[in-house]
């Protein structure tokens, strides 16, 4: 396409930096990295159109095509530059809740949002129900809103189990390909539910999965700001990983544990960048990590041992 060589310094320059950060948005809303998921940056670029105005479209395709042909990923930089915007595709505003995510989940906020969008849902918005049960869910087992497509219920040696493709395998930042989660502790309802959950978003194509994931985050994005307008940070289906993670920490476990059910390679990320223990609340049903995954977790990380001896909440699995 000749994109490298007919741009000037300052351009290439000018795309590099918008294709960072259009890369740490798809990373971030994803779970994926661009150069190793071409089907799903493709669907996620079509989704996401509604959202940008046409020169900002134009400026975003260009920059990526650029920046892809830099990564020697000539076949997807081409399909990316012959993307087309739809004409009729009215523009709706941008989406900016990712740059300001709130990393907990307060009681009284939790159900201030399960108030409303429970009302919502009783009027049959669809959006509503949906987020609401994602934003449950992902409260009790910490998956990234991606990583519902690609897990599955599974009963084993008398416990029920939850298998999740871990989203970072492929850079080397899980412990794994796949994580177990133990989720005994769930009631028979959530059970239902995160099977029900699991199975809707794993059945959509990426195109679709793409538009039902910007429809709930906006739709999210607008309660928030209907309940708490002068907010600077909302929450976001994100944030219930970081709740997890926090009620995790909460209920004393390790951080080899937390890192096992959170799908960390490194001990350190879920300490750094997740939710924390002051955060937590006590007594919640959540989802547990499997021993077999926390022993990967130790090896991974050599130099830690458990401070207690033994693990703080996980059992056999």
């Given at each position: 396409m000749g994109v490298i060589s007919s741009k000037t310094r300052g351009t290439k320059e000018h795309y590099m930096q918008v294709a960072r950060r259009l890369s740490e948005r798809f990373d971030r809303e994803t779970g994926m990295e661009m150069l190793t998921a071409?089907?799903?940056?493709?669907?996620?670029?079509?989704?996401?159109?509604?959202?940008?105005?046409?020169?900002?479209?134009?400026?975003?395709?260009?920059?990526?095509?650029?920046?892809?042909e830099r990564h020697q990923a000539g076949a997807l930089s081409e399909k990316v530059g012959a993307l087309r915007r739809a004409e009729d595709v009215r523009w709706q505003g941008e989406d900016r809740t990712s740059a300001q995510k709130l990393k907990r989940i307060p009681d009284k906020d939790y159900r201030a949002l399960h108030a409303r969008m429970?009302?919502?849902a009783a009027g049959w918005n669809a959006n509503?129900?949906?987020?609401?049960?994602?934003?449950?869910?992902?409260?009790?087992?910490?998956?990234?809103?991606?990583?519902?497509r690609h897990a599955a219920y599974a009963e084993r040696n008398g416990q029920r189990l939850f298998v999740v493709r871990n989203a970072k395998a492929t850079n080397g930042r899980a412990h794994g390909r796949t994580r177990t989660l133990i989720i005994d502790n769930l009631t028979?309802?959530?059970?239902?539910?995160?099977?029900?959950?699991?199975?809707?978003?794993?059945?959509?194509?990426?195109?679709?999965?793409?538009?039902?994931?910007?429809?709930?985050?906006?739709?999210?994005?607008g309660i928030n700001k209907a309940l708490w307008p002068r907010r600077k940070k909302r929450i976001t289906?994100?944030?219930?990983?970081?709740?997890?993670?926090?009620?995790?920490?909460?209920?004393?476990?390790?951080?080899?544990?937390?890192?096992?059910?959170?799908?960390?390679?490194?001990?350190?990320?879920?300490?750094?960048h997740y939710g924390r223990r002051i955060s937590?609340?006590?007594?919640?049903?959540?989802?547990?990590?499997?021993?077999?995954?926390?022993?990967?977790?130790?090896?991974?990380?050599?130099?830690?041992?458990?401070?207690?001896?033994?693990?703080?909440?996980?059992?056999?699995?």
């Open positions: 071409p089907e799903e940056l493709l669907a996620w670029l079509r989704a996401r159109a509604q959202y940008w105005k046409p020169a900002t479209w134009r400026l975003n395709q260009a920059a990526l095509v650029y920046w892809l429970s009302v919502d509503a129900a949906l987020t609401l049960l994602w934003l449950s869910a992902g409260i009790w087992t910490g998956l990234r809103p991606s990583e519902w028979e309802e959530q059970v239902a539910q995160v099977k029900w959950l699991a199975a809707h978003l794993g059945a959509m194509n990426d195109m679709d999965y793409a538009r039902c994931y910007l429809r709930c985050r906006k739709y999210l994005a289906l994100y944030s219930a990983r970081h709740q997890y993670s926090a009620n995790l920490k909460k209920a004393g476990a390790t951080r080899a544990e937390v890192a096992a059910a959170m799908g960390h390679a490194s001990i350190d990320t879920a300490g750094e937590g609340k006590r007594g919640q049903r959540m989802a547990l990590p499997s021993e077999k995954d926390v022993r990967a977790v130790m090896k991974l990380n050599p130099r830690t041992t458990n401070s207690r001896g033994q693990h703080a909440v996980s059992t056999n699995g």
